[in-house]
């Protein structure tokens, strides 16, 4: 096996990749998510949620009166971002950000399931607790956001590290990006620097 590389340029970020089942573990367990749209004037704007994580998918809740929820019903391309800082159990260091389309979902059979996951997912064992979250969240103004991932950012630092140190296998790294080759070529030669990096 070739021995594991010391990394030299700290720039290239797009090798450190989480896999599905790290995306999977970290989100499963990860407590907020930052939710981001664009207004009717095309500004990004971004929110924190308290999420849950099932089927591949993320579900969000917010009132209906929310601008977010007429700017998805109007165009339902929407990112979500979440740090592995708010993942207790997750013992790697990163983030990871979706993009996706959203739905906007009121139906009775989705908010039964929904609102006691999270509220279990925030409050634990907690049966009372539970159920009073429940309750406030069971409002006839609230809807849930329904996100599927289509493409994924994902930013293993926890890799980053090792392979600082000379421990990350050649096996565990993922491609270099565009962002990290064509473009990362173009900004250094904007720049009257070695395209290469050398």
């Not at 990394?7 to 089942?21: L, T």
Request: charged residues 35%; contains cysteine.
């Amino acid at each position: 096996m070739p021995e594991p590389e010391v990394m030299k340029d700290h720039e290239i970020v797009s090798i450190f990749p989480f896999s599905d089942d790290e995306i999977d573990e970290m989100l499963t367990d990860a407590r907020e998510c930052v939710l981001m749209w664009g207004t009717k004037d095309g500004w990004p704007v971004g929110v924190l949620h308290q999420f849950f994580w099932k089927d591949g998918k993320f579900w969000i809740t917010c009132t209906a009166n929310r601008h977010r929820v007429a700017a998805i019903k109007r165009d339902p391309r929407v990112s979500v971002s979440v740090s592995a800082m708010v993942a207790f159990n997750f013992e790697q260091r990163g983030a990871v950000t979706a993009k996706g389309r959203a739905v906007v979902r009121e139906d009775r059979e989705t908010k039964d399931w929904f609102y006691p996951a999270l509220a279990t997912k925030a409050l634990g064992d907690d049966a009372d607790a539970v159920a009073a979250f429940v309750e406030r969240l069971d409002s006839p103004l609230r809807i849930v956001i329904e996100v599927t991932p289509e493409k994924w950012i994902t930013f293993n630092g926890s890799k980053a590290d090792r392979m600082v140190r000379g421990e990350l296998p050649a096996e565990e790294m993922g491609p270099r990006l565009s962002s990290d080759s064509e473009r990362m070529r173009k900004a250094r030669e904007e720049r009257g620097l070695d395209p290469e990096g050398r």
